[in-house]
């Protein structure tokens, strides 16, 4: 049993940035990728960036390349996302979510531990 708790959410201007964090707890070494999904009202949920837990690969959306970054920290309890040149469509509630499968995905049904999101709204 894994549980994640996001936090750093908030209010930002356009062009401005914000550092969300996803610690984690319980059975952490059954976690293969932690990624970051968001979601807007009447959207799909969508793909941000994943991580492996070991810290050996990246992938990122298309639409966050060059803008926003994922990481860990050296004890591997917490994944990072910084944010950089927000704009006003990257307003969305952000989750973080742990799976256990041994590949990288994408897909939202991969991921089987997801936490409580925190709200990230980016006025124009």
């Known amino acids: 049993q894994v549980q994640l708790v996001e936090s750093g959410g908030g209010l930002m201007q356009a062009g401005g940035s914000l550092r969300l964090s996803c610690a984690s707890s319980g059975r952490t070494f059954s976690i293969y990728v932690v990624g970051w999904f968001r979601q807007a009202p009447g959207k799909e949920r969508e793909f941000v960036t994943a991580?492996?837990?070991?810290?050996?690969?990246?992938r990122y959306g298309d639409s966050v390349k060059g803008r926003f970054t994922i990481s860990r920290d050296n004890a591997m309890n917490t994944v990072y996302l910084q944010m950089n040149s927000l704009k006003p469509e990257d307003t969305a509630v952000y989750y973080c979510?742990?799976?256990?499968?041994?590949?990288?995905?994408?897909?939202?049904?991969?991921?089987?531990?997801w936490g409580q999101g925190t709200q990230v709204t980016i006025s124009s």
């Open positions: 979510a742990a799976a256990t499968s041994r590949r990288w995905s994408a897909n939202v049904s991969e991921y089987n531990v």
């Open positions: 991580i492996s837990w070991s810290g050996g690969w990246t």
